[in-house]
């Protein structure tokens, strides 16, 4: 009998992260003479498809839902997150950087999470651990997801094993860390062409808390003024989704990648426990965060503390 | 600023792995320069004390409530399971080999899980990792764990590693897997001396299940006919239990290590889930299961899927 197909896929709205470490732990895994698949739950942004095309590597498909498959996480373990008919799905394996989140599985599986910058470091130390070669355009792809989620190597997320692991994979690739860092920094920036419901969607995750949901958008950005222009139209997208949605709040994150700082939009109720948690003021729908850069690291914990 | 001490706690109603873990894991951070304290949250059972007699090891302390502590799950990763208190508690790390559980953090932390016979094997593998010596007397806690956890290799969740580790901690214990096995299983068998109650409760795990809790004991002797010529005082002491902490049913394995087969009590409702899961059938409160050994690996899986 042959093996079932099994998945890898990231979490929705994926990221350069999400979409590479599941490309590069899929190629991991068939080197492993096992029959794994990448694959993904939702477009390809911008900054990932330079990347695709950098390293000339194909998009994994799209999977509109994945009740009954066999499925290997990357890059998120809660459900809020997952693609559709994950619930559904069997879970065989979860490979992630971030909190300990609500995916249960029936039986006992591989899990393997850590506390550093990106799913693509944790997949090359697996490479190491199995003794796997990478090849170069995986290494170009794990990079990338790297320097993404690190914004260069300068994210409070970042670790000693990110710097190291960055330096290797920039010696496969045959590229320069800071050089190449700064091209994939341009195509994050790309905001021009983007409606204000967009940068609020762009990137956005949803979070359980105190028996709501919580949407939190993160622009990252060199021209943040290219988004705080638009108040008043990006306000009025975040009324209208968080509406849609039955949102507690909703908070937009447009963090400066180089003044390492945050500006946020903020609508919805419990308003005093968000300034609590972030040690902030909102005023006329907007709050100043400086030094957060991290949406994961400096943003949900405190949030969650303080909504429970 | 020193750094606050770190326990590291196996679950409640503590087996030999869960307590031998701890006090290897506890050792390994110790080497790393770690200030990490192994602890317990119950009492040491007969085949516990044995071990810990045998290689002159101190019991872990007793944590009564772990409330504002900093913990290191070893072998379980679910509330159900945890010591008093854990829900606020800081779980900064978990090491174990059963099914992904309910346990959330508010931030990244490691969390290694492996789908393999002990928690011992998984410590043996992070002491390799980190190329970390094992001291003999270490070394004979973790064969314990993994010897008494996979029933002297013999139980369906052994994994080739268990296989390849018992040999090589039991090289560094000098001792023979096969006859140091045996004398474990020993002490495992005393039931002589124990009430019915002590019978249900001495190896007992709580489960959620729809909505409610489903309670599981087992007994694994070498003479099963000690706990089944007592079968109405065992079922009393069932009842008793049940009533006492409202579950949906209430189950006791008695596995024959020799044979490889269980008998099981049960009392409750939702027999015919019970018996379609593990396709059987009650009589009289009992039932047979031909080939079963694992609760986590043969019983809890199909409940939790017929139960949903």
Redesign the interface.
């Given at each position: 009998m042959t093996q079932e197909t099994r998945y890898v896929v990231g979490h929705q709205q994926p990221d350069t992260d999400a979409i590479c470490s599941s490309i590069a732990y899929a190629h991991l895994k068939q080197e492993q003479g096992e029959n794994v698949l990448p694959a993904r739950c939702g477009e390809i942004n911008p900054e990932t498809r330079f990347v695709l095309d950098r390293f000339e590597v194909d998009d994994p498909d799209l999977l509109e839902d994945v009740t009954g498959k066999q499925i290997i996480l990357v890059d998120h373990n809660e459900y809020s997150q997952t693609a559709p008919g994950m619930r559904n799905a069997e879970?065989v394996e979860?490979i992630d950087?971030?909190?300990?989140?609500?995916?249960?599985?029936?039986?006992?599986?591989?899990?393997?999470?850590?506390?550093?910058g990106s799913t693509s470091t944790l997949v090359t130390k697996l490479y190491r651990?199995h003794g796997v070669d990478i090849p170069e355009h995986v290494a170009g792809l794990m990079l990338s997801g790297l320097l993404s989620d690190t914004v260069v190597l300068r994210s409070p997320?970042t670790t000693d094993e990110d710097r190291n692991i960055a330096q290797e994979l920039a010696g496969i690739t045959g590229v320069d860390v800071e050089k190449y860092g700064r091209e994939l920094l341009q195509q994050k920036s790309k905001l021009g062409e983007k409606t204000p419901r967009e940068m609020v969607t762009g990137d956005f995750k949803e979070f359980e808390m105190d028996g709501g949901t919580v949407g939190i958008g993160q622009v990252e950005t060199v021209t943040p003024e290219q988004v705080l222009e638009q108040r008043h139209a990006v306000l009025d997208a975040m009324h209208e989704i968080r509406e849609e949605r039955d949102y507690i709040f909703l908070t937009l994150l447009v963090t400066d990648l180089l003044e390492e700082d945050t500006e946020a939009f903020f609508v919805g109720d419990r308003q005093n426990v968000f300034e609590q948690a972030l040690d902030t003021t909102v005023e006329d729908e907007q709050a100043s965060l400086p030094g957060v850069m991290s949406r994961?690291?400096q943003v949900?914990?405190p949030l969650?503390?303080a909504m429970k």
């Open positions: 879970v979860i950087h971030h909190r300990v989140g609500d995916v249960e599985t029936g039986t006992p599986i591989h899990c393997r999470i850590e506390p550093i651990e997320t994961k690291k949900v914990p969650e503390e």
